[in-house]
């Protein structure tokens, strides 16, 4: 079977769809592969360094859980990995719940695994990029692509924004503290290590979906891998734990204030970014997942008011009224 006639049986296929890419199972004669298609027009909310190859190519001598780069088109656009077997660590533990001990040390010995990357073995950092070991800048630019988005998006959802809490300047609560981060050397980071992204098998966790991976602070990693998965405490406890205890003492140095901020800023952008995409997906949603999603909405906006100072009593039937006119399309 050549490339293209893979590529043309997987966009025949059903298969599972993130917000940048589709993935489709397909079997061929050598065994089974993912072929990984770009989903077209997907709406930009992330901060984009590297192309998801390059990334593959560079970490393949340092991290073992990730899946093995097969093939790549440039046109049409996609990618061919090998099959990862096992289950999606969200199907069997949603956010909220916790996870089987060993996923906790996997995770932290993936973030081990990216320090070990020297910086001439990643791929071409663009000359705007922060300086190895500028936290403040590197947080800096992750906040001005949220402050983008906002600016983007605010005429269309002003009502709903003001109706969320959602305040005209967002980061304001936030852009004065980044001076005050700690610098660290800068690593290869995943930048996207949630429970959707990791499967399980045999006791072992791999690590999928590196298109969003960046260079830059270690803290973030952790930060915004707490602020996805959604640990209950004493988890998050044990991965802090873990995670000073087996990385560099450059990369875990500085206050737990620095995760913290970091932190802040993922749920002020998740109110953002969250109530634009879950706009679009109520649009024709039936019931059981329109429930799902204004809960998960209702969640992440009152985490962000809490950084804001605002009482945390969005309601799933506010969320529901406020996107009333996107439901109803």
Not at 86 to 112: I, K, Q
Not at 145 to 169: K, M, N
Not at 219 to 237: G, S, V
């Amino acid at each position: 079977m050549t490339w293209l006639r893979l590529y043309q049986q997987a966009s025949e296929a059903d298969g599972a769809a993130g917000y940048y890419n589709r993935n489709v199972g397909v079997d061929t004669p050598e065994g089974k592969v993912n072929v990984r298609i770009p989903l077209a027009g997907a709406d930009i909310m992330d901060v984009r360094l590297w192309r998801e190859e390059e990334v593959l190519a560079c970490i393949r001598p340092y991290v073992g859980q990730a899946p093995e780069l097969r093939h790549v088109s440039d046109e049409p656009r996609f990618q061919v990995h090998h099959f990862i077997e096992g289950r999606v660590l969200d199907g069997f533990c949603p956010r909220g719940r916790s996870v089987p001990a060993h996923v906790m040390g996997d995770v932290v010995a993936l973030m081990d695994q990216l320090t070990r990357i020297p910086e001439e073995k990643v791929p071409g950092i663009p000359a705007h990029w922060p300086a190895c070991g500028d936290s403040s800048g590197f947080a800096r630019l992750l906040a001005d692509l949220t402050r983008s988005i906002h600016r983007t998006h605010v005429e269309e959802y002003r009502q709903v924004f003001a109706d969320f809490g959602i305040p005209e300047e967002p980061l304001a609560v936030v852009d004065p503290l980044w001076d005050g981060l700690t610098p660290r050397p800068f690593t290869v980071l995943h930048a996207d290590l949630h429970r959707k992204n990791m499967i399980v098998h045999n006791g072992v966790t791999w690590f999928l979906d590196w298109e969003l991976a960046l260079w830059g602070d270690p803290a973030y990693e952790l930060a915004i891998h707490f602020h996805k998965m959604d640990y209950p405490d004493e988890q998050r406890a044990e991965v802090i734990r873990q995670w000073q205890e087996r990385l560099p003492a450059p990369s875990t140095a500085g206050p737990r204030s620095d995760l913290d901020l970091y932190m802040a800023h993922e749920r002020i952008k998740s109110a953002i970014v969250d109530t634009v995409r879950y706009s679009k997906q109520l649009a024709g949603a039936r019931p059981p997942e329109r429930e799902v999603l204004l809960t998960r909405l209702a969640k992440k906006v009152n985490a962000a008011r809490l950084v804001w100072g605002s009482s945390p009593d969005i309601t799933p039937e506010r969320v529901a009224t406020a996107l009333a006119p996107w439901s109803e399309t």
